[in-house]
């Protein structure tokens, strides 16, 4: 056998690396990892056109091109504050509750971590703020989007993936010390990413009050469609494909072999965490497709599609460690969950367009949850130990006991209250500054033309000004 023993190979796991020298053979299966990686960090990215489009459709025409920009300004400002400061707090090493070195990538790469791993969270980091910007999309001033971008992706969400994903996070199930015997299971995100992302958007939505004209005089709702489903459907399909990188990536390297068996390793885990999510989504997708029609009495696409993406969040925790019948069920619950948040959101007047905090936070609690009661043992050593037997708790329903059910609740519970303390005040002081929410008027012509300067497509209704110049006359006009 040829050896190499000056070529730097990187193993790693989601949190680490270690350094050694490597054969020929180690160093082919490292490339291969490593490309599998970072494909993995480039479906997730392709999601925020996913993002882009459903936002774009579901909002109203007038406000098309506002909420595309803001969707690359997530993309743009996210990669900044994550480069500067967001990896250093989720991926340094330090304490169980916050990483405090590596900022601006320094000392990258080293013997823990490279650019491809660094590339892969940064896609994750910018959709956080994604999800964020639909619960106040048609209301809020663009420099506010500025603001709270860069302090999501570089504060909040990095010490909520530090506690989780981190070796050295106190809820990290890969931690030395296993909070509960267990650590918290949340493979790619329906705490981390999708809960954190909720929560922020509640508080930023319930700060700023609904929509205009979305509630009458008497509170009762009032439908502002979004104005095109043809971007809605792009959008899910874009964000379907965009989830085999964010569910079965979060493995990392798909070339780890498991003990004691010849023909199984990552590979048919990540085999596996597909069929769950495509299971998961699309259960959610036909149940609320029956489910809307029993209530509204049509068929509806918009519905359909955001059920489909709750089946996906719901799935997101639980992907890997569970079986395909368990991910139907999955599927079966979070469309239930998001069609009766939402009708609870209408009865409490509360205005999110893109339906973000019930789908990505209803749907994300209650995937961290079925997570706790149907990870299977088999697979948690899997996902978490690479086939090594290990004594580990599992799901509750499946006999595994208390430890990871109790582990699953202290990420739920710890997630709201960290994202509230730091979103919450930080939406109350752009609202006390004045901000936050766009002026009445400028909100009625809407923000394309008001803050953009023109409308997204070339031909508007009559009654809407055609040019920034003409909003502006009728600005004068009125004064």
């Not at 993002?51 to 406000?63: D, E, L, P, T, Y």
């Not at 995100?189 to 809960?195: A, N, Y």
């Not at 954190?196 to 609904?210: Q, Y």
């Not at 930080?426 to 009625?444: C, P, S």
Request: aromatic content about 14%.
């Amino acid at each position: 056998m040829l050896s190499f023993p000056f070529i730097p190979i990187y193993h790693h796991t989601r949190t680490q690396y270690t350094l050694m020298e490597v054969s020929w053979e180690q160093s082919v299966t490292y490339s291969i990892n490593t490309i599998y990686l970072l494909f993995s960090a480039y479906l997730v990215f392709v999601m925020q056109l996913g993002f882009a489009m459903i936002c774009a459709g579901s909002v109203r025409a007038k406000n098309a091109m506002n909420i595309m920009l803001t969707n690359v300004v997530d993309a743009v400002v996210g990669s900044i504050s994550f480069y500067l400061f967001g990896f250093a707090f989720a991926y340094g090493n330090s304490n169980s509750f916050i990483g405090t070195n590596l900022f601006a990538l320094a000392n990258i790469p080293n013997e823990n971590y490279d650019y491809g791993f660094f590339l892969y969270q940064w896609a994750f980091a910018i959709a956080v703020a994604g999800i964020t910007s639909g619960s106040i999309a048609e209301r809020t001033q663009f420099s506010a989007y500025l603001v709270f971008s860069f302090f999501l992706t570089g504060f909040v969400y990095p010490v909520v993936a530090h506690w989780v994903w981190s070796s050295s996070g106190w809820l990290s199930p890969n931690s030395s010390h296993l909070l509960l015997g267990s650590g918290a299971i949340d493979f790619a995100g329906s705490g981390v990413v999708h809960l954190v992302g909720a929560i922020a958007g509640l508080w930023g939505s319930i700060i700023e009050g609904p929509r205009v004209g979305r509630f009458d005089a008497y509170g009762k709702p009032v439908p502002l469609r979004g104005h095109n489903a043809t971007l809605v459907v792009l959008g899910t399909f874009l964000l379907w494909f965009g989830w085999f990188g964010f569910n079965p990536g979060s493995f990392d390297r798909i070339l780890v072999p498991y003990p004691g068996t010849s023909d199984q390793g990552n590979w048919t885990s990540v085999g596996r965490t597909a069929v769950t999510t495509t299971l998961a989504g699309s259960t959610a997708g036909i149940v609320t497709l029956f489910g809307r029609r029993l209530l509204i009495g049509h068929w509806d696409a918009m519905d359909v599609c955001n059920g489909l993406l709750g089946g996906f969040v719901a799935i997101t925790s639980g992907c890997s460690v569970v079986e395909p019948w368990a991910a139907i069920l999955c599927g079966f619950v979070a469309a239930w969950v998001l069609i009766g948040l939402n009708i609870l959101a209408l009865k409490l007047n509360y205005d999110d367009p893109l339906e973000a905090a019930q789908l990505h936070g209803g749907c994300g609690t209650w995937g961290l949850l079925f997570t706790g009661l149907f990870a299977k043992k088999e697979f948690v050593i899997q996902a978490y130990n690479s086939g090594v037997v290990v004594k580990r708790p599992y799901g509750l329903l499946l006999g595994g006991g208390w430890g990871l059910i109790g582990a699953q609740m202290v990420e739920i519970l710890v997630i709201f209250l960290w994202v509230s303390i730091t979103m919450g005040p930080m939406f109350y002081a752009l609202h006390k500054l004045n901000l936050l929410r766009i002026h009445v008027d400028d909100e009625l012509a809407g923000l394309d033309i008001s803050s953009h300067g023109g409308y997204a497509y070339a031909a508007q209704e009559d009654h809407q000004p055609r040019s920034y110049k003409d909003y502006m006359r009728m600005q004068d006009d009125q004064s």
